[in-house]
């Protein structure tokens, strides 16, 4: 898919990333925000457990994007041991704008960052499809989660709160 110049830049970023990546992608759009997974799930008429949620947290200071289905929360100590790690903290809006230049809301998740480390909670993989912001808070898409993990370059682990 070519990028429209309808879209804004930060999803055009996106866009251009994935089909480097070796994957074309429709874009949904919607009027109303999806930066929640419930808005998201709403507005795009799915589960809020298909919804990918890409959270920022630094773990020792280094960056990790952390790929959460939309009705679990991430238990800091699993992502530590996940990727090897001893403090963790989630990352403010400047740090995550910092680490990754989208807003929260409309974090992907892929990294554009050559440095981010990407893991992603197994539970997430259990769906068929699961649907990821695509550089804002109104844009997303759809995607099978294991061409997600591929495309993300992920590491896939147990994440969630049990």
């Not at 070519?2 to 879209?7: A, E, G, I, R, V």
């Not at 949620?53 to 280094?62: A, E, H």
């Not at 892929?110 to 909670?121: A, F, G, K, Q």
Request: net charge negative; glycine share 6%.
């Amino acid at each position: 898919m070519t990028p429209s110049p309808d879209f804004p830049y930060s999803t055009r970023r996106v866009i251009d990333e994935l089909a480097a990546r070796g994957h074309d992608v429709e874009i949904l759009w919607s009027s109303e925000t999806t930066r929640s997974a419930a808005e998201a799930a709403a507005a795009l008429g799915t589960s809020v457990a298909q919804i990918v949620k890409s959270l920022v947290f630094l773990v020792d200071g280094r960056p990790i994007l952390a790929l959460m289905s939309g009705v679990n929360r991430l238990d800091e100590a699993k992502l530590a041991r996940a990727v090897g790690g001893t403090s963790v903290k989630r990352a403010n809006a400047d740090e995550v704008r910092s680490h990754t230049t989208f807003v929260i809301g409309g974090v992907p998740p892929i990294s554009l960052n050559p440095e981010m480390r990407v893991v992603c909670d197994a539970q997430l993989t259990t769906f068929s499809v699961v649907y990821a912001a695509a550089g804002t808070p109104n844009h997303n898409f759809a995607v099978d989660p294991d061409r997600l993990v591929k495309l993300a370059g992920a590491e896939v682990a147990d994440l969630k709160v049990d």
